[in-house]
T-cell receptor
Framework: DVKVTQSSRYLVKRTGEKVFLECVQD?????MFWYRQDPGLGLRLIYF???????EKGDIPEGYSVSREKKERFSLILESASTNQTSMYLC?????????????FGSGTRLTVV | QQQVKQSPQSLIVQKGGISIINCAYE??????FPWYQQFPGKGPALLIA?????SEKKEGRFTISFNKSAKQFSLHIMDSQPGDSATYFC?????????FGEGTQLTVNP
C-alpha cells in the first residue's frame, strides 16, 4: 500500500512563527498536493506539484509556500503563521498525471496558531 | 467560489436504512467524479468513482447516480451500517486537480 506520512499529528505555533509541515510518500508518485480541511468548507487545494522543483498554486495559496527538492517529499511553509491558518492540513500523492483519481492522503496535521 | 456543492451537511440514518448524499457542480469541463470517505483521525480514502459517460455505478452497497444534464450526482448507501459512520466528500476533476464538496457527516444509529 502507498503510504503518505505527515511528520506531525498535532502542532501548536505562535502567531508570526515560520511553520514547516512535512509530507513524505513512499511509492515514487509524481504528483503531490496540500489541502486544508475546515468544517463546512470541505478540502481546499493550497499548492500542488507535478515534479521535483515544480509547483503550482491551488485555490487558496495566499500565506503559504511549498518546497519539493526530492520526489518523495513535499513541504508546506507558512511564512508568518496567523490565527486564520488554524486548520487541518492534508497531504496527498497520486501516480497518474491525468484525471484526479488515485489520490492517497496522509492522516493530516492539525495546526493551531495562537 | 465553491464549484462543487454538497448536501446535506449532516445526516442521521437508522441501521438498515438508505443514506443519500447529493452534489451539484458548475464546471462542465469536469470529467471524473469520485467520492471519498473519511473516518475520524484519518485522511480521506477513495470510496467509489464515476465518469460522465455512465449514469450509474454500483460497488457493493454503494451506488453513484449521475445526471449529466442536471450537473448533479449522488451517493446512495444501501443497508447503512454503524461502521459507515464517517464524513463523505464528493469531488470533481478535469485534469489531475480535485475540487471537493463541503462534506457530509453521516451517523448511522444502531
Amino acid at each position: 500500500d502507498v503510504k503518505v506520512t505527515q511528520s506531525s499529528r498535532y502542532l501548536v505555533k505562535r502567531t508570526g512563527e515560520k511553520v514547516f509541515l512535512e509530507c513524505v510518500q513512499d511509492m515514487d508518485h509524481e504528483n503531490m498536493f496540500w489541502y486544508r480541511q475546515d468544517p463546512g468548507l470541505g478540502l481546499r487545494l493550497i499548492y500542488f506539484s507535478y515534479d521535483v522543483k515544480m509547483k503550482e498554486k491551488g485555490d487558496i495559496p495566499e500565506g503559504y509556500s511549498v518546497s519539493r527538492e526530492k520526489k518523495e517529499r513535499f513541504s508546506l511553509i507558512l511564512e508568518s503563521a496567523s490565527t486564520n491558518q488554524t486548520s487541518m492540513y492534508l497531504c496527498a500523492s497520486s501516480l497518474v498525471a491525468i484525471q484526479g483519481y488515485g489520490y492517497t492522503f496522509g492522516s493530516g496535521t492539525r495546526l493551531t496558531v495562537v | 467560489q465553491q464549484q462543487v456543492k454538497q448536501s446535506p451537511q449532516s445526516l442521521i440514518v437508522q441501521k438498515g436504512g438508505i443514506s443519500i448524499i447529493n452534489c451539484a457542480y458548475e464546471n462542465t469541463a469536469f470529467d471524473y467524479f469520485p467520492w471519498y470517505q473519511q473516518f475520524p483521525g484519518k485522511g480521506p480514502a477513495l470510496l467509489i468513482a464515476i465518469r460522465p459517460d455512465v449514469s450509474e455505478k454500483k460497488e457493493g452497497r454503494f451506488t453513484i447516480s449521475f445526471n449529466k444534464s442536471a450537473k448533479q450526482f449522488s451517493l446512495h448507501i444501501m443497508d447503512s451500517q454503524p461502521g459507515d459512520s464517517a464524513t463523505y466528500f464528493c469531488a470533481a476533476s478535469s485534469g489531475s486537480r480535485l475540487t471537493f464538496g463541503e462534506g457530509t457527516q453521516l451517523t448511522v444509529n444502531p
